[in-house]
């Protein structure tokens, strides 16, 4: 049978409709096809959901140079969906995650993508995490921006095309160049691209207000220190 038929039948089989009527094997055989075609639907949909994510990205206020697509941490363990560093000097992971990060039915992340977050911030990251599911809530006006987009040219980056690097040095993915030309074509709706402003400034926003805790303690102990030495 065709995929598309081994889909249906599996969607049937999961409400219990084909029970009785296939063998095991053929069940089997199902939710196998059910599941492959999952993958692919939402692999697709996780490539669609970064390139505009990303044509988001270029348009970002803050920033002291453009953003990059799929850089590697300088332990070559981690792909970051879209760098940026902005002009405090904050380095940025954003993240576009599709429906492969989220448990089912409650939609809370998964595992593997907390550690990844951990993982991450631990890098000296600050993560911004792009849910799919906001993003998309966000989409239904991508058309008009796309007809306002051809009207009213973007204006250029004043950064230029150049990274800033600060701190670790981090390489870049081999196919991301083919990639961030993709998403130079993609349609973002003002709504899409206010919301990832908003993420981007409370990453910021936290990113300062920690730095700031660390230096408030940092001081406390130096006082501390010199107090009890006294």
């Known amino acids: 049978p065709s995929t598309t038929s081994s889909s249906a039948a599996a969607a049937a089989a999961a409400a219990g409709g084909l029970s009785g009527c296939l063998s095991k094997q053929q069940l ?3 939710q196998q096809a059910w599941l492959q075609q999952l ?4 692999a697709a949909a996780s490539s669609q959901l970064q390139q505009s994510v990303f044509a988001a990205a270029q348009q970002l206020q803050g920033l002291n140079a453009a953003p990059v697509m799929e850089r590697l941490t300088e332990d070559g363990l981690f792909s970051i969906d879209c760098y940026v560093t902005t002009a405090a000097g904050v380095k940025l992971a954003i993240e576009a995650d599709g429906p492969s990060h989220f448990r089912l039915p409650d939609q809370k992340p998964t595992g593997t993508t907390l550690y990844r977050n951990t993982a991450l911030a631990a890098r000296g990251l600050a993560l911004v995490s792009v849910p799919y599911m906001e993003w998309q809530q966000r989409a239904h006006n991508a058309a008009a921006a796309a007809v306002d987009e051809e009207a009213v040219p973007a204006a250029a980056n004043p950064a230029g095309a150049v990274l800033l690097l ?3 040095k981090m390489r870049r993915g081999t196919a991301a160049s083919g990639r961030q030309a993709a998403a ?6 003002p709504h899409q691209q206010q919301y990832l402003q908003r993420l981007v400034d409370a990453a910021v926003a936290a990113a300062a207000s920690s730095a700031a805790a660390a230096v408030a303690a940092d001081s406390s102990a130096a006082d501390a220190t010199g107090a009890a030495a006294a």
């Open 28 to 30: 089997q055989a199902c």
């Open 39 to 42: 993958a692919a639907n939402r």
């Open 166 to 168: 600060k701190g670790k």
């Open 184 to 189: 130079a074509a993609v349609a973002v709706s």
